[in-house]
């Protein structure tokens, strides 16, 4: 699997709404609100810790993702009184604007859109996406479901399976043509096994063709 994109849902986002009433009775401003936010959410290192032949290292998490920690942030201390965010705004634990929708069968839902990577075989990243999801389905919660809205392996499926049926209607129709005309069955069966190995025998050479320059190696002279 080469890449998994995500479409629609909801994004978790912490929301900071400033009063600017309050921002103005506390002379302060909004560069000194992100700058003193921006100071509180560091995580700093602490160094190494080394047990054996293994080398840890270690740091101290600053990252506020709680809506209360975040309300506790100073922005200002004067005289021995501190100015907190949440005495110049209210902080709200929200989502980030949606700017896709997806929706199936009229339900709101997410869409996710698996690519393979460079080099694999596409029908067996099909059945291995497939079967990942069968293991995950009795994990989730019962609302959640699956739907599939496009799978590119069964359309290569259909082509092989319409190949092979091509090869083997046009043998049972080259036999029933020689048996026909010539009425020898030795006769027909030496046309009926050409067309099979001229058949390989052009894909073995497109083979090599194809795969030629790759394995080549400059010899030394």
Known sequence: MGTVNLFGGLTREVQVRLDPGRLAGYGLHLDAVAAARAAENVTLPAGNLKVGRLDY??????????????????????NGVRVYLRDVARVVDG?????????????RG???????????????????????????????????????ISDTSLDIVRAIRNVSNTVRDALVFVVR???????????????????PFSLIAAFIFLWVSWAGPLTSFPCPV
Request: charged content about 30%.
């Open 110 to 148: 997410l869409m996710m859109m698996v690519q393979k990577r460079s080099g694999a075989n596409t029908v067996e990243t099909a059945r291995l996406v497939r079967e990942e999801i069968g293991r995950l389905k009795p994990r989730l919660p019962r609302d959640i479901e699956f739907h599939l």
């Open 57 to 78: 290292t270690l740091r101290v998490p600053g990252e506020s993702i709680r809506p209360d920690e975040i309300e506790r942030v100073v922005l200002r201390t004067q």
């Open 177 to 195: 043509v020689t048996l026909l005309f010539l009425c020898n069955i030795r006769t027909s069966l030496i046309l009926v096994l050409t067309i």
């Open 95 to 107: 989502f980030v604007e949606e700017r896709r929708v997806a929706e199936t069968n009229n339900r």
